[in-house]
Structure formats: structure tokens, C-alpha cells
């Protein structure tokens, strides 16, 4: 269902988001949250569907920008970040690199390359 977010009010928004499931609070949240980013200029972001731990969060951000700035794509870096994560024991289980999704234009960085 689309969102006139000019529309609706804080209140009204809140009770219907109030009013989902669970796991579809979440889902709208990363929706909204995505679209305001993309209406304010982004062209992309990495987001994660459920929370993940800070360690494992900081070695897919290290892995997935060193990849970045050596001119892969947004789409390869995360996939190349996440399969290194997935590969090392401590972080192998899914909850640490499976939750990561790009979000808008997965090309490489402007002037990167």
C-alpha cells in the first residue's frame, strides 16, 4: 500500500503501524526509513532486516568498503563482504552477514573507478 506521508499524520501512522504484525512493523520501518533516504538524495544504503551484533556489523562495513574503494560495485562488495564473513568460523552463522540488503543502485562509486 503506498504511503502519501504529507497525508497522514504522526499519530494515525503510529497506529497503523501499531495495529501489523510484528514482522511487518519491521518491514514497513525499512521501507519508509528507505524511501526517506532515497527522497533526500541517497542513491543507495546497506541496511539489515533484523538487528546484528556490532563486532559482525564492523568486519562487513570494513570488508564491504575496502572492496568499495577498490572499485567492485556496491552489489559486489556486499556479496563479496557477506560470502568473507560467511567463510570465517566466528561469523559463519547466518544471523551475522545473511541480514544485509542493498538498497537502490548497486553500481560502483562515481569517480571510483
Known amino acids: 500500500m503506498p504511503f502519501h506521508l504529507e497525508q497522514v499524520t504522526r499519530n494515525e501512522l503510529a497506529d497503523y ?5 510484528k ?3 519491521e518491514r514497513l520501518v525499512l521501507r519508509l526509513l528507505s524511501q526517506a533516504f532515497m527522497q533526500a538524495g541517497a542513491a543507495s ?3 539489515s532486516l533484523w538487528p546484528v551484533p556490532d563486532e559482525s556489523t564492523r568486519q562487513l562495513r570494513i570488508h564491504f568498503y575496502h572492496d568499495l574503494v577498490a572499485g567492485k560495485s556496491k552489489a559486489a562488495a556486499l556479496r563479496s563482504a557477506q560470502l568473507t564473513l560467511q567463510s570465517n568460523p566466528a561469523y559463519s552463522h547466518p544471523l551475522h552477514w545473511a541480514g544485509f540488503v542493498l538498497i537502490g543502485d548497486g553500481g560502483a562509486l562515481g569517480g571510483m573507478t
Open 23 to 25: 514482522d511487518e512493523q
Open 17 to 21: 503501524v501499531r495495529g501489523l504484525p
Open 45 to 47: 544504503l546497506v541496511a
